[in-house]
C-alpha cells in the first residue's frame, strides 16, 4: 500500500509569482486535506477535498485555492506569494471526510 | 474559536516515562488525536482517542482525557531514543463536517541517554 506522496520536496520561489504544490491520496482515500506549517508552529488547515469538491476551508485569502482529480490526488495553487507564505505544506488524505488523517513528507516552500 | 495549547519543551532520561499535555477550548470535539514529528518529515498519526473515553492504551502508549477540564496527556512508557521528535495534540471539532484538524504548537521531547 502506497503512502500519501507528495512534490516537490523543496521550492524555491520569487514574492509575487506562483506555485503549484502536488499531493497523491494513500490507496482507497476519496479525501485529501491541505495544511500550512510555519516555522515553530503546529499547522494550520487551509481547506479539504472530498470527491472532487472543496469541503470546508480556514482561514486563508482565495490567493489559496485547491482541486481535486477523479483518482483523488490534489494540487495546491497559491498566487501573487509573499514572503509569509514560506512554510511546510502538508497534505494529508482519509478515507472519507471524517476518518483518520495519514499526512505525506510535505513541501518546504521558500519564498524571497 | 479552538484554541490548543501545549508546553514547549520536555525532557527526559531513557527509560523513564514521559508525560506530554495538552489542553483544549471545544468542548464539541469528537477526535482528539496525538502526532509526532520526526526533523524535516511529516506528521505520522499515533494514537487518538474518541471524546467519550478517559483511557486508551497503545503498547508503550496511554492516552488520559479528562474532559471536563478539557484536557488531554500523552504517556510514553519506557522512552527511548527513537522517541525523540515533536508531538502535537490535535482536536477535530463536531460540527465543522470537514473534519480539519485544530493544532497545538507542539512539544519537543528530548530523550537524554
Known amino acids: 500500500e502506497t503512502g500519501v506522496t507528495q512534490s516537490p520536496t523543496h521550492l524555491i520561489k520569487t514574492r509575487g509569482q506562483q506555485v503549484t504544490l502536488r499531493c497523491s491520496s494513500q490507496?482507497?482515500?476519496?479525501?485529501v486535506s491541505w495544511y500550512q506549517q510555519a516555522l515553530g508552529q503546529g499547522p494550520q488547515f487551509i481547506f479539504q477535498y472530498y470527491r472532487e469538491e472543496e469541503n470546508g476551508r480556514g482561514n486563508f485569502p482565495p490567493r489559496f485555492s485547491g482541486l481535486q482529480f477523479p483518482n483523488y490526488s490534489s494540487e495546491l495553487n497559491v498566487n501573487a506569494l509573499e514572503l509569509d507564505d514560506s512554510a511546510l505544506y502538508l497534505c494529508?488524505?482519509?478515507?472519507?471526510?471524517?476518518?483518520?488523517?495519514?499526512f505525506g513528507p510535505g513541501t518546504r516552500l521558500t519564498v524571497t | 474559536g479552538e484554541d490548543v495549547e501545549q508546553s514547549l519543551f520536555l525532557s527526559v532520561r531513557e527509560g523513564d516515562s514521559s508525560v506530554i499535555n495538552c489542553t483544549y477550548t471545544?468542548?464539541?470535539?469528537?477526535?482528539l488525536y496525538w502526532y509526532k514529528q520526526e526533523p524535516g518529515a511529516g506528521l505520522q498519526l499515533l494514537t487518538y482517542i474518541f471524546s467519550n473515553m478517559d483511557m486508551k492504551q497503545d503498547q508503550r502508549l496511554t492516552v488520559l482525557l479528562n474532559k471536563k477540564d478539557k484536557h488531554l496527556s500523552l504517556r510514553i512508557a519506557d522512552t527511548q531514543t527513537g522517541d525523540s521528535a515533536i508531538y502535537f495534540c490535535?482536536?477535530?471539532?463536531?460540527?465543522?463536517?470537514?473534519?480539519?484538524?485544530?493544532f497545538g504548537t507542539g512539544t519537543r521531547l528530548t530523550v537524554i541517554p
Open positions: 490535535a482536536e477535530s471539532p463536531l460540527l465543522t463536517g470537514a473534519n480539519n484538524l485544530f
Open positions: 494529508a488524505s482519509s478515507v472519507d471526510r471524517g476518518g483518520e488523517q495519514y
Open positions: 490507496s482507497g482515500h476519496n479525501t
Open positions: 471545544d468542548s464539541s470535539s469528537t477526535y
